[in-house]
C-alpha cells in the first residue's frame, strides 16, 4: 500500500509538472508583438558633405518608404547633382534632377521590440539632365605640334536617361523611430540620350558613365524619421 501510495504521488507531481510546462510553452508560443506601419522620410547626408568637400560637385537626395507587408517595404528616392568635369583636354558641366522607385525586402529576422533591417532593394532609375560643353582640345601623343584649346560654350538640353539597379544595405534604428542607413548600388543602365557630336560623361542618380561598360556603382548614408500611422 506504501509502494502504490508513493508511485500515486510520484505520478501525479509529474502530471502537475508537464501541465504547467504546457501552459508556459503555450503563452510563449502565443506571445505577439505589434509592428509599427507608416512612413520613413529622410536625406541622404553623403551628398551635402561631398559638396562641402568638392568644388566640383553639389547635390541632394532625399528618400522614403512605406512597410507594405512584414518584410516589404515600397521605396523612392528623388534627387539633383551638378558635376563638373575641369580636365586637361575639357571643360564641361553635367546637371540635372532623377527618380528612382522600387522595393525593399528585409532579410534580418528582429528580437522581439526592435525593427532593424538588411535589406536587398530593387530600382528603376530615370533622369532628365543637360551637358554643357565649354572647350576641348584633340589628345595628342606627339607634343611637337600640339593640339589646340576649341572654345564651344554649347549646352544640349532635355536629355533623358534609364537604369535598373540593385541596393544592398542596412537600417538601425538609434532613437524611437530614427534610423541611419547605409547600402551600395549596383547599376544598369538601359538606355541615354547622347548629344551630338558628344558622349554624355556624367548622368545624375546615376553617376559617372563611360564606354567601356552599361555598369556603374554607388553609394548612401543617410538619416531618417519614421512617422507611425498603424499597428498591425
Not at 509529474?14 to 506601419?37: N, P, R, W
Not at 554643357?132 to 611637337?144: G, P, R
Request: aromatic share 14%; with cysteine.
Amino acid at each position: 500500500m506504501k509502494i502504490k501510495a508513493i508511485l500515486l504521488f510520484t505520478i501525479s507531481i509529474l502530471c502537475a509538472s508537464f501541465s504547467l510546462k504546457a501552459q508556459e510553452t503555450e503563452v510563449v508560443d502565443t506571445l505577439q508583438t505589434k509592428i509599427k506601419h507608416g512612413i520613413r522620410v529622410g536625406i541622404d547626408i553623403a551628398k551635402p558633405i561631398r559638396s562641402l568637400l568638392s568644388n566640383e560637385y553639389s547635390g541632394f537626395q532625399i528618400l522614403g518608404d512605406f512597410r507594405y507587408s512584414k518584410n516589404t517595404y515600397i521605396a523612392a528616392e528623388i534627387g539633383n547633382e551638378t558635376k563638373e568635369f575641369n580636365e586637361t583636354n575639357l571643360n564641361a558641366t553635367s546637371s540635372g534632377s532623377y527618380i528612382k522607385l522600387g522595393v525593399n525586402f528585409n532579410t534580418h529576422k528582429n528580437w522581439l521590440g526592435l525593427n532593424n533591417s538588411i535589406y536587398t532593394g530593387l530600382r528603376y532609375g530615370f533622369a532628365t539632365f543637360s551637358q554643357e560643353l565649354l572647350d576641348y582640345s584633340v589628345y595628342v601623343t606627339d607634343q611637337t605640334f600640339p593640339s589646340n584649346n576649341v572654345e564651344v560654350n554649347q549646352e544640349f538640353t532635355g536629355l533623358s536617361a534609364h537604369w535598373l539597379e540593385l541596393q544592398l544595405g542596412l537600417k538601425t534604428e538609434i532613437a524611437k523611430n530614427v534610423f541611419i542607413d547605409l547600402h551600395f548600388e549596383l547599376k544598369r543602365k538601359i538606355n541615354e540620350d547622347t548629344p551630338d557630336n558628344f558622349g554624355n560623361i556624367y548622368i545624375p542618380g546615376f553617376n559617372a558613365v563611360n564606354d567601356f561598360s552599361e555598369f556603374g556603382v554607388g553609394y548612401g548614408y543617410s538619416i531618417s524619421y519614421l512617422i507611425p500611422l498603424f499597428e498591425k
